[in-house]
């Protein structure tokens, strides 16, 4: 019987109609990012001479804008229709990257960080608009498995994108790449089309200005002891993965010796671990709170940033890129369902709106440095610098160890 149970589940999951388009468009979604990062990637590495400030300076083009409009998107996106929003958001990137396009063509090749930085701006409108539309029509117990298979979506790209990007940069060229981009970005905002239609919000008896829900988002978040504490944890996170994220192509050139081409094989390691872990973190979370799996997985991180710095064997790192990637997924499926689990409807956006800077605000902080953190420290530094903060991470969801008892109070603030 209880067998039966776990099909019938798996099996509603699939034939959920928001899920199939959701994971359809993010299927294009992740063509696009992934030829994005890495023939952007591989085209300022050759531009620049392999300048480790202007490798740096990609990742905050990407990222620093989650920081600047997480929060405005957020509140928007609780304002605005789902299905509208990610529809208009697809189309417009599409847009900004054609433009780019006939830049790069008539124009200079520092145009290249526009493309990134548009598509980043209009993801934070869009990207709290699909977790709403996860909570209004997935069922909450099917929330942490919806998230899995979702996960392991982006994992196959972690295998299969820098692939992708690599190879279509190094037989067709940056021009191809960037147009590559934008059609994957215009069949996205196409398939989205087939979602349900947006429910009609009802008025409210009083209106209440931007600023008033930006208030009460922030509100919401302060009197739920859940998420505060894990906005410390993106926080010490974001730390950690910005003073080595933009550093990944040197840990290939300089400590292990090896042309900076060979990242994308250390990148399929950890995607394949990803993909694997996705179906092992499925039946481990229904017995796991979300606090154990998201601590779980920062404590493998921490373990394994240890090890990226002092390995100078290929095999080794390649080892330790599979085994973090084997429990990234805990993270992410406790991060987002530690958030769906203890946020109403409609304070999705803000609440996402409010965390995301946490993290993104402090890995930009840290990632702009990074550049010129290496001419001054040594790689072994910086990634056992990383692993340490990711330790901070955990302590802060030491107070969450005691069990789901207190996560289910804060759903009641």
Known sequence: MEQTKT????????????????????????????????????????????????????????????????????????RWRPKRTMIWCDFLSAVSIFIVLLTLVFGSWKAIFFATLVSSILSQFSQPSGMKLFKLHVPEELIQMGMSIYQTLFALFMILGPVLGTFVYQQY??????????????????????????????????????????????????????????????????????????????????????????????????GTGMILGGGLTVGLAKKTPPQILLALGLAVNAIGFIVYGISEMFWLTMAVQFITGLFMPCIHIGINTMILKNTEAAFIGRV??????????????????????????????????????????????????????????????
Not at 175 to 190: C, H, K, Q, Y
Not at 392 to 411: D, H, Q, R
């Open 352 to 413: 996402n709106g409010i965390l995301s800077p946490m993290f993104m605000g402090a890995m930009v902080i840290t990632m702009t440095a990074s550049g010129w953190l290496k001419q001054k420290l040594s790689l072994v530094t910086m990634y056992e610098g990383s692993a340490l903060l990711f330790v901070v991470g955990i302590f802060f969801l030491v107070p969450l160890f005691k069990g789901a008892t207190m996560l289910k109070k804060s759903e009641e603030v």
């Open 7 to 78: 099909e019938l589940t798996m099996g509603t999951l699939f034939r959920n109609r928001v899920i199939q388009v959701i994971l359809l468009s993010t299927l294009f979604l992740q063509i696009g990012i992934w030829v994005r990062n890495y023939s952007i990637l591989l085209f300022v590495v050759e531009k620049t001479n392999e300048n480790p400030v202007a490798v740096s300076l990609i990742s905050v083009a990407e990222f620093a804008p989650i920081f600047l409009f997480s929060f405005i998107g957020g509140t928007f996106a609780d």
């Open 173 to 270: 060229g940056i021009n191809t790449a960037i147009a590559i981009m934008g059609v994957a970005f215009l069949i996205s905002a196409g398939i989205l089309f087939l979602l349900p239609a947006d429910f009609e919000v009802e008025e409210k008896k009083e209106k209440t200005t931007i600023w008033q829900e930006m208030k009460a988002g922030f509100k919401y978040v302060l009197n739920s002891r859940a998420l505060s504490l894990l906005g410390g944890t993106f926080a010490a996170a974001g730390l950690a993965i910005g003073l080595t994220q933009p550093l990944a192509v040197f840990l290939v050139t300089e400590q292990l010796g090896l042309p900076k081409e060979q990242l994308q094989w250390l990148m399929a390691a950890f």
